[in-house]
């Protein structure tokens, strides 16, 4: 069998992989800090020359900020970009580390060997899963494993200033039929899955205003406005009993799960009691009629993120102050538009604002919608087969409660979606010091994008 | 009668009283600032002979900060004791004085003649319009107005350290039939008025637990416990639609105020859109049924004075802290208890913490109770009429909303009642630059006082 070849081709020369990440591992590419802009470059270069020798017609292309790596290569059907970062976080609190983070190393630990060094795991262990991937298949076939696009970004850990940009002026050369964006984990360290569900964004920052000023609470206590109260009953209204999100029209937009998806979510039996567990929480106190997957995951949320008013010193001091101040997020899912759900946060909390009462609200009414992956395209369940092949056990779609920004730009700037499959492990310590990367999922990381590849091609 | 040749005494020697008044405003003694402990002696011992040339045995008494000053004389069946300070708040912004704080002056206004220095309405006006009253009675009968204790404290502007140790260990000499309190102004700056009911205070705060970190809102939002959102919720639970504070018993030990009383404040005729016009609000905010003068007088309240958590500098953090915290205060009136009110409050908080929350209180269960004068002492009317004689209109009972401490320690540790009767206006400037005090208010309250000794003696 075809894939057979290539698997054991990455079998055989797993060390060879292995010295190769190391190399690139050694290069200190902090994007963040300007003293390694030139070691970022030097990641970038290493990438075009790896790339080209695979047969990428690739190039280092320069931004105000550091490179993106672009390659292309290969033939076939359905084209694929494959997104990865190359440049890592700072070390800092470098004396926590065990040793140099530029000097990686393969070490054994009870729970297996581990390759340990900054960006081990985030991200370059994982872009090069798929770069070896590519290079087996090469070996075997003589050709890469279908048409191609490779895309190193070099600004992920320091915000992505150029991506925009650069998608907008190159978006003829960098549009694929889809992305396959290596940049998470394996869901609770153990299931192969796909993510095909972000939730997006919006934010709101208001202070609430009272009276001119300050007033002394034996002066003016039980006669004058207090906006602490205002404020805290605006937002203690922000939820029903049963945890829903008040707002008139904030779930209008919101899909119900598909039912394919919630019976592999089940099939998952998420172990909530000890996420919770581990940060201190017992109960899930979200929607009542929700699971907790569902929670994190498919359903949008009103969030306090911080809230301040009046004296917050030491000791005591009665006043009535003249503002009130909060931070206020939603996380959005299915087609919830931001926009909308800002404006519709605005007017109800102006609607219940007593005589005398005012708010200046402080964000633009911007945000991020959710990204929601069409899966009845049968890449994705292609995708799944083969992840379940390697893995041995049912790979699954899951969502992500949070953002991955660059699957959002693709959908707005490329008008693609994207397929998010990586092999992380929550214990990477990814941003912390002594990050590793399991070399199980470097090896089978390798592997599943050759299963991958040769059912997309 | 009697009464005329004192009060004409009182205005033929007006210019020599203003002449000692302004010997006491030069010398600086402000209690706070340890630079100053030298004049705060040196305004103590001006006292002492000041007493004295009346027929006073009087001292200065030494306490760990600035003397008391400590008089007695004159005989009766009602013993009063006068109490007053000779401490003065510090000068700062100086650079906002018209004119040396400490150089005192007479100075024409649009609306009168006005005493301008630091002190002069807070307290050494006041203090010598009693002094003064008992001057041109005994020039008048050589002897004194009654039975007669003045009591002068020096730490009145600095939290008054000394005040409580020296009731306590001077009860027997101290001890009067009723005490006389000259710190307080005319209602409105215009209405006469006796003070007879001050709320008491009681204190709290607290934080709010939930998870045992911080957490990020893309992973957790929607699923974890957000403390915010529970404070805000037990906050806003505080007063029901109707401005009533909602914590079981709370009103339990309110009286209604009696209809005497209700009356009297009804003919008062609070400007209350003035009064909230001045801070910038329009209508009253209070228990819908309750009247402006009985929201900040007679009822009792609680206010958030502070409250905190999660991300609260420049820009934004989804997070959802571990923590909140508020300060939240009880004003206290009739028989309120205050550790009665704070255990109901911490009781009646803590019933509504759901799953995974917890409360550390971070105060003592301690605060003042109300002070509530028995105004069916006959000494109380006696006092009004007197004050109604002199000022040519009814003066009145009144509230005040704040604590004036000495009245409720007086009631604590010494037994005694006390009759709050002064003559500062609200546009005095206490506490801030170019205080002042009308010639009309320092005369009018020396007469004052003599008419009421006349009555009370």
Redesign the interface.
Known sequence: MTIDAVLSRIDETLPQALDRLMALLRIPSISTDPAYKADCARAADWLVEDLASLGFRARAAKTPGHPMVVGHGGDGGRHLLFYGHYDVQPVDPIELWDRDPFDPALQDTPKGRVIRARGSSDDKGQLMTFIEACRAWKHVHGTLPGKLTIFLEGEEESGSPSLIPFLEENRAELSADLALICDTGLFEGAVPAITTML?G?A?S?FTLR????D????????????P??V???I?????DEQGRVTIPGFYDDVAELPDALRQQWQSLAFD?AR??GD?????????ADRT?LE??WS???A??????????GAG??????AEA?A?V?F?LVSNQDPEKILTAFRRWAEAQL???CSIDWHDEIEGSPASVMAITDPAFEAARQALSDEWGRPAAFIG????IPVAGYFKTYLGMDAMLIGFGRDDDKIHSPNEKYDLESFHHGIRSWARILARLR
Chains 1, 2 share one sequence.
């Open positions: 939730r964004l934010k920052e009272a009276a001119a000023r007033l002394h609470s034996g002066m003016y206590g039980g006669l004058a406005r207090n602490l109260h404020m805290t009953a937002l203690a209204g922000l939820h909530h996420y919770l940060v201190g929480l017992s109960l899930p106190a979200g929607e907790p929670m994190i359903r949008p949320t969030e306090v993120n911080g809230l301040w008013g009046g004296y917050t005591f001091k009665t006043v009535l102050p101040h931070k997020s996380r007593p005589a005398d992500a409660g949070g953002s």
